[in-house]
């Protein structure tokens, strides 16, 4: 199987479970702040296996990758949170929504990234 479409896959499942558990919390009554901080420790932690073991078969050293990728997950958070911030002030999104424009844009510069200098 390409590389592609299994990055494709373990992102469609651990977006799909991270969105889930973001859309719970705010359901719940969660400010959208804590919900991403919740969503994005769950994605990184089962994004990182998924793409290091399965996808990429990555054999570089495990602390050098998951610095590199948590560090590029600390920077798409910034990015997202700025970003999901933004659409919710400027339209009439509510946050579910907002988050999931949000997702789209950042996985696909999310991919671009672990591709070229992760793994």
Do not use: D, P
């Not at 499942?13 to 705010?26: M, P």
């Not at 290091?52 to 949170?81: D, Q």
Request: one cysteine or more; hydrophobic letters at 50%.
């Amino acid at each position: 199987m390409r590389r592609e479409v299994k990055f494709g896959l373990v992102g469609l499942f651990n977006t799909v479970l991270t969105y889930l558990i973001y859309s719970l919390l705010i359901l719940g009554g969660t400010k959208y702040q804590a919900a991403l901080i919740i969503e994005y420790v769950t994605g990184i932690t089962i994004g990182y296996f998924l793409q290091r073991f399965w996808t990429f078969k990555s054999r570089k050293s495990f602390h050098t990758t998951f610095i590199k990728y948590l560090l590029l997950y600390l920077a798409i958070f910034a990015g997202n949170m700025f970003l999901l911030k933004l659409i919710i002030n400027s339209t009439q999104f509510n946050e579910i929504v907002s988050q999931g424009f949000c997702l789209i844009i950042l996985s696909i510069i999310s991919f671009f990234i672990q591709k070229k200098k992760i793994f």
